[in-house]
Nanobody, 126 residues
């Protein structure tokens, strides 16, 4: 059973930075695409970034492009999300997720993912 341990969330002022970690348990992050999603109160869960296991392509949503950076450490089975220049609109619970198909392209759609972590809270406020 695929499982994750997300960490790194917290309270930060606008303009600050956080680095989220998603440690995989029971599967290879190199073999299965991993996506980062977030959900703000009262809103639907939305895709933030993902890395495709098929060709290591990384995708970012327009709202975070240029501020967030996704990286992967295969030896540690961990996917990171470095978040810089954070804004109040970045507030929400951040989740990592993976697909059941190996070496497949990732996407920003929740419907394309089968396994989800418990999430970590990110709050951007002065």
């Amino acid at each position: 059973q695929e499982d994750f341990a997300e960490s790194g969330g917290g309270l930060v002022q606008p303009g600050g930075s956080l680095r989220l970690s998603c440690v995989a348990n029971g599967f290879s992050v190199e073999r299965y695409s991993v996506g980062w999603f977030r959900q703000a109160p009262g809103k639907e869960r939305e895709g933030v970034s993902c890395i495709s296991s098929s060709d290591d392509t990384i995708w970012y949503s327009d709202s975070v492009k240029g501020r967030f950076t996704l990286s992967r450490d295969d030896a540690k089975e961990t996917v990171f999300l470095q978040m810089n220049d954070l804004k109040p609109d970045d507030t929400g619970v951040y989740y990592c997720a993976t697909q059941s198909l190996s070496y497949y392209s990732c996407s920003g759609y929740t419907r394309d993912y089968d396994y989800w972590g418990q999430g970590t809270q990110v709050t951007v406020s002065s």
